[in-house]
């Protein structure tokens, strides 16, 4: 008995595969933005520390910043998904980022940097775990890796697209126009959305009130197991995908924060080649979602049991991201050393959208959205840490290519041992079977 086989056969409805895949693309440019935002930093990193005075140190604390009420935003923002619809959710947060960016357009300073940063973090918390679960409940199970994939590709997307027009920005004007520009892009997103998401539920709000929907599968429970949120975090899966989230996101967290900083300043690339180098793990991380995503459907289809298709594939591709990260300090400049700053900073971009649909087979619907917003935060506690540590190694190093090399060492070690242990515990079919059981117990 497989665990898209022994659910009961309701009637659910759910927005037409038309609709759904519009809204899908919409969620991907969400996610464009989400992380093009973060990125101008980044991309300005050089620019902004000269301006406002700023030693490797302090930019380090400003990046991490974004991430010290990213968890909270997350748990709080993302447990409103269970009252208020996402058309309103996520179009309010997109209104709230571009009001964070605003105190940026003009002369500024560290202090109010690193207030907007915090805001922006806090609001962006809930932002990809509520995108990943809108489309979760959108496609039937065995069809959601590949729609969560191109959400997760929107993520890399963003920065691709943007690090040569939001580089040329910076070096052509300033900074701060590159937050005018977002922010402008971002109210158009807003508009869309609410126009376009009108009368289109989640599963937990499931109605049929909107005359465009239609079945599109039986595979949801009509009553689902009602167990605890503890229970659900309990399970191996749920530990052992946040141990791989948690993992994976200390490398973005670098890639968004240090990266151009390390192509440019470690590296001594230009910063318009360092701009246009950046995008290489960008395109390969895009590419890399969308793959994964359709591999572990593929492999679904084939028979593989879910542990495989989901737990070893999101696995094996954090430690690829680690093992590379380490090899990155061995070798110089050059292309091999690009080869493996693309799979450092790709891989564990690759294995988001497998690792949160493992969580979707396990986890009811009703309590998916909590569970998948607060397993972003505790990931984004890597955020916190990774540019702080990153920061200090440079600044003990000097400043140079070794202060870098020690820092990425450590995280590709990390990355690469937590990576084999996290997913030994990953097992959806057991762990969905198991709260099926208890729920019965409990009636």
Same mark, same amino acid.
């Given at each position: 008995m497989t665990l898209l086989s022994h659910r009961a056969k309701p009637a659910v409805r759910r927005p037409g595969y038309g609709r759904a895949w519009t809204l899908t693309v919409l969620l991907v440019f969400f996610l464009f933005l989400n992380y093009a935002d973060k990125a101008v930093l980044a991309f300005g990193g050089k620019e902004i520390q000269h301006e406002l005075g700023m030693s490797p140190a302090q930019f380090g604390l400003v990046q991490s910043s974004f991430f010290w009420l990213f968890a909270v935003g997350a748990v709080a923002l993302g447990s409103l998904s269970t009252r208020i619809g996402l058309r309103w959710l996520l179009g309010g947060l997109m209104v709230i980022?571009?009001?964070?960016?605003?105190?940026?357009?003009?002369?500024?300073?560290?202090?109010?940097?690193?207030?907007?940063?915090?805001?922006?973090? =806090?609001?962006?918390?809930?932002?990809?775990g509520l995108a990943t679960h809108a489309v979760?409940?959108? =496609?039937?199970?065995?069809?959601?890796?590949?729609?969560?994939?191109?959400?997760?590709?929107?993520?890399?997307?963003?920065? @691709?697209?943007?690090?040569?027009?939001?580089?040329?920005i910076i070096v052509t004007w300033n900074w701060h126009v590159a937050f005018g520009v977002l922010m402008v892009a971002g109210l158009v997103w807003a508009a869309l959305w609410l126009v376009l998401a009108r009368n289109v539920p989640a599963d937990h709000c499931v109605t049929d009130e909107a005359p465009e929907q239609e079945v599109l599968a039986d595979?949801?429970?009509?009553?689902? /197991?009602?167990?605890?949120?503890?229970?659900?975090?309990?399970? #191996?899966?749920?530990?052992?995908?946040?141990?791989?989230?948690?993992?994976g996101y200390w490398s973005t967290a670098l890639k968004i924060a240090w990266l151009?900083?390390?192509?440019?300043?470690?590296?001594?690339?230009?910063?318009?080649t360092a701009g246009r180098l950046v995008m290489i793990p960008y395109a390969v991380a895009a590419f890399g979602a969308i793959a994964s995503g359709w591999l572990s459907n593929r492999l679904v289809s084939k028979g593989v049991s879910l542990k495989v298709a989901r737990g070893y594939l999101a696995g094996s591709l954090v430690f690829l991201a680690g093992a590379s990260m380490f090899g990155l300090t061995l070798v110089g400049p050059g292309i091999l050393?690009?080869? @493996?700053?693309?799979?450092?900073?790709?891989?564990?971009?690759?294995?988001?959208a497998v690792a949160f649909t493992a969580?979707?087979?396990?986890? /009811?619907?009703?309590k998916r959205g909590p569970i998948l917003t607060g397993l972003v935060g505790f990931s984004s506690l890597a955020g916190i840490?990774? /540019?702080?540590?990153? #920061?200090?190694?440079?600044s003990a190093g000097g400043g140079g290519a070794s202060g870098y090399s020690f820092g990425f060492a450590l995280t590709g070690i990390l990355m690469a041992v937590g990576s084999v242990v996290a997913t030994l515990f990953v097992d959806p079919t057991r762990d969905a079977l198991k709260i099926e059981s208890l729920a019965k117990e409990s009636l």
């Amino acid at each position: 008995m497989t665990l898209l086989s022994h659910r009961a056969k309701p009637a659910v409805r759910r927005p037409g595969y038309g609709r759904a895949w519009t809204l899908t693309v919409l969620l991907v440019f969400f996610l464009f933005l989400n992380y093009a935002d973060k990125a101008v930093l980044a991309f300005g990193g050089k620019e902004i520390q000269h301006e406002l005075g700023m030693s490797p140190a302090q930019f380090g604390l400003v990046q991490s910043s974004f991430f010290w009420l990213f968890a909270v935003g997350a748990v709080a923002l993302g447990s409103l998904s269970t009252r208020i619809g996402l058309r309103w959710l996520l179009g309010g947060l997109m209104v709230i980022w571009v009001f964070t960016m605003a105190p940026l357009l003009g002369t500024t300073s560290f202090l109010v940097l690193l207030l907007t940063r915090i805001m922006l973090g =806090f609001a962006e918390g809930p932002a990809y775990g509520l995108a990943t679960h809108a489309v979760h409940g959108w =496609f039937p199970a065995e069809k959601r890796a590949l729609p969560a994939g191109l959400v997760t590709a929107g993520a890399s997307i963003g920065p @691709l697209v943007c690090a040569p027009v939001l580089t040329w920005i910076i070096v052509t004007w300033n900074w701060h126009v590159a937050f005018g520009v977002l922010m402008v892009a971002g109210l158009v997103w807003a508009a869309l959305w609410l126009v376009l998401a009108r009368n289109v539920p989640a599963d937990h709000c499931v109605t049929d009130e909107a005359p465009e929907q239609e079945v599109l599968a039986d595979v949801v429970p009509a009553a689902e /197991p009602d167990v605890s949120y503890w229970t659900l975090l309990k399970t #191996g899966t749920v530990a052992g995908i946040a141990a791989l989230l948690f993992l994976g996101y200390w490398s973005t967290a670098l890639k968004i924060a240090w990266l151009p900083v390390y192509l440019s300043d470690g590296l001594d690339y230009g910063t318009l080649t360092a701009g246009r180098l950046v995008m290489i793990p960008y395109a390969v991380a895009a590419f890399g979602a969308i793959a994964s995503g359709w591999l572990s459907n593929r492999l679904v289809s084939k028979g593989v049991s879910l542990k495989v298709a989901r737990g070893y594939l999101a696995g094996s591709l954090v430690f690829l991201a680690g093992a590379s990260m380490f090899g990155l300090t061995l070798v110089g400049p050059g292309i091999l050393q690009m080869a @493996l700053i693309t799979l450092a900073f790709s891989g564990n971009v690759a294995s988001y959208a497998v690792a949160f649909t493992a969580v979707a087979d396990v986890v /009811p619907a009703l309590k998916r959205g909590p569970i998948l917003t607060g397993l972003v935060g505790f990931s984004s506690l890597a955020g916190i840490i990774a /540019p702080l540590v990153m #920061g200090f190694s440079v600044s003990a190093g000097g400043g140079g290519a070794s202060g870098y090399s020690f820092g990425f060492a450590l995280t590709g070690i990390l990355m690469a041992v937590g990576s084999v242990v996290a997913t030994l515990f990953v097992d959806p079919t057991r762990d969905a079977l198991k709260i099926e059981s208890l729920a019965k117990e409990s009636l």
